[in-house]
């Protein structure tokens, strides 16, 4: 499984902290768990440095 957010995140993301921990305590029980840094390989000769950051849409129906 992988995620662009860190689990401090994931409580708003699915709307609720005790959910969201609950969940991130069974994904992560006996799994190892690498942390990347460093800018993106994938936008090494696009000319981009970041990506936009990604914001929730409440408009979707």
Do not use: C, E
Request: net charge negative.
């Amino acid at each position: 499984m992988t995620s662009n957010l860190p689990f401090a995140r994931w409580g708003d993301v699915f709307g609720d902290q005790v959910v969201a921990a609950a969940m991130i305590d069974r994904i992560v029980h006996h799994a190892d768990v690498l942390t990347l840094k460093g800018s993106s390989y994938r936008l090494k000769d696009t000319g981009i440095d970041t990506l936009p950051s990604a914001r929730a849409d409440n408009t979707a129906q």
